[in-house]
């Protein structure tokens, strides 16, 4: 069965830092991997996904992932952040198939950026 | 375009008390979902629908009703709130074509639900 870890619930950082939130999966066959974000009182709405191909995936807002396979990880980085990057940040996993439904989220990691 | 809309924003209601969580989208999308959202938790799904006429339960459906009314709409009933159910409700949709993998979702903006 396939399974989210996000590695930190709560990442603080200053303005123009860099940052990089961790998530971790396990599942038994290919999979596809997407980070998604919420801004406060709002839905999610996505960042970025892994389908195949490069494992370096560019997103919105200066956003990037690494596919890493052998160690089940999609990290998501920036190399300098914004006060309007505050947000929840959610790692989610499907194996495979068509529809939404096999998709397994993780428990969001908290981004805090500080002046 | 309004992508996916739900109502009401917020909710209150007392123990055993119902009321039903209306969605819509207007992206012609095949497959649509409603998730609670708790605290540490991330999103569970509770019910989806694959395709315009199917519901099938989701990882936390025990107390909860879906109707999937038409290809567009999607309600999720709580036939008798308890408190357990406090939380925030997120509809959603996809295109679930058939072939395309990695299917994205569209989420609504959510309903926030407090049951006393």
């Known amino acids: 069965a396939q399974s989210v870890t996000q590695l930190d619930s709560q990442v603080p950082v200053f303005e123009e830092a860099p940052v990089e939130l961790r998530c971790n999966y396990s599942s038994s066959v290919s999979v596809y991997l997407f980070w998604y974000v919420q801004y406060p009182n709002q839905g999610l709405q996505l960042l970025l996904k892994?389908?195949?191909?490069?494992?370096l995936v560019k997103g919105i807002n200066g956003f990037e992932a690494e596919f890493n396979k052998s160690q089940t990880s999609f990290h998501l980085r920036k190399p300098s952040v914004h006060i309007s990057d505050t947000a929840e940040y959610f790692c989610?996993?499907?194996?495979?198939?068509?529809?939404?439904?096999?998709?397994?989220f993780g428990a969001g990691t908290r981004l805090f950026v500080k002046a | 375009n309004a992508g996916v809309t739900q109502t009401p924003k917020f909710q209150v209601l007392k123990t055993g008390q119902s009321m039903t969580l209306q969605c819509a989208q207007d992206m012609n999308h095949n497959s649509m979902y409603w998730y609670r959202q708790d605290p540490g938790m991330g999103l569970r799904l509770i019910y989806y629908s694959a395709s315009e006429g199917t519901t099938d339960k989701g990882e936390v459906p025990n107390g909860y009703n879906v109707s999937r009314l038409n290809k567009r709409e999607f309600s999720l009933r709580l036939e008798s709130a308890a408190p357990s159910q406090t939380s925030v409700y997120f509809c959603a949709s996809s295109e679930a074509r058939a072939g395309v993998k990695g299917d994205t979702q569209y989420f609504g903006p959510g309903t926030r639900l407090t049951v006393l």
């Open positions: 892994y389908l195949s191909g490069s494992t």
């Open positions: 989610a996993v499907s194996e495979g198939g068509t529809g939404g439904f096999k998709t397994i």
